[in-house]
Antibody, heavy 123, light 106 residues
Framework: QVQLVQSGAEVKKPGSSVKVSCKASGGTFSSYAISWVRQAPGQGLEWMGRIIPILGIANYAQKFQGRVTITADKSTSTAYMELSSLRSEDTAVYYC????????????????WGQGTLVTVSS | DIQMTQSPSSVSASVGDRVTITCRASQGISSWLAWYQQKPGKAPKLLIYAASSLQSGVPSRFSGSGSGTDFTLTISSLQPEDFATYYCQQANSFPTFGPGTKVDIK
């Protein structure tokens, strides 16, 4: 079955960058999209962006444009999310999540999720 | 961006109760809506997609309805494992989530 396994917790200084990985197993990696969704402590879910490996196309939420980069390595079925210029407000659990294309080719719903990676930004 | 709101923000209920959660989109999204359940320390779990389609393996006590801007998630008979936070997500454009509704024990 499909599994998404994320890298471990990170502690970063303000102004630095963090790169989180998400390794997929089961299914066909290139045929679906991988999104990154974050959740600050006690808060709701926030979509950051996604990549469609088969197309090599990444899309980003406007809020994170210029600060987030999402990439994918098809050879290892791994997606990455790099967030730069970190500030304390970026302290959150970061999830990767899979979306399959529907019959119209749109990627809509997150059916599998990684276990989450806690990123703590603190001086 | 399409904004999503949910009501109530929290609800206290007992085992066996019928619970209804409402989600509203800032503009019409047809039936492109999902519901997720999240328990503390865990990733969200997809319950309902396309407003009313039950995800495989999800108990039939969960149901969804609505289209356009107004949607509802109903739990017909609340079970102990259903105490959690529920989020709606619009899928008409790049995804956005509602703020969540916490269902706790009365």
């Amino acid at each position: 079955q499909v599994q998404l396994v994320q890298s471990g917790a990170e502690v970063k200084k303000p102004g630095s960058s963090v790169k989180v990985s998400c390794k997929a197993s089961g299914g066909t990696f290139s045929s679906y999209a991988i999104s990154w969704v974050r959740q600050a402590p006690g808060q709701g879910l926030e979509w950051m962006g996604r990549i469609i490996p088969i197309l090599g196309i990444a899309n980003y939420a406007q809020k994170f444009q210029g600060r987030v980069t999402i990439t994918a390595d098809k050879s290892t079925s791994t997606a990455y999310m790099e967030l730069s210029s970190l500030r304390s407000e970026d302290t959150a659990v970061y999830y990767c999540a899979r979306t399959e294309a529907d019959s119209s080719g749109y990627y809509r719903y997150f059916d599998y999720w990684g276990q989450g990676t806690l990123v703590t930004v603190s001086s | 961006d399409i904004q999503m709101t949910q009501s109530p923000s929290s609800v206290s209920a007992s085992v066996g109760d019928r619970v209804t959660i409402t989600c509203r989109a800032s503009q019409g999204i047809s039936s492109w809506l999902a519901w997720y359940q999240q328990k503390p320390g865990k990733a969200p779990k997809l319950l309902i997609y396309a407003a009313s389609s039950l995800q495989s393996g999800v108990p039939s006590r969960f149901s969804g309805s609505g289209s356009g801007t107004d949607f509802t998630l109903t739990i017909s008979s609340l079970q102990p494992e259903d105490f959690a936070t529920y989020y709606c997500q619009q899928a008409n454009s790049f995804p956005t989530f509602g703020p969540g509704t916490k269902v706790d024990i009365k």
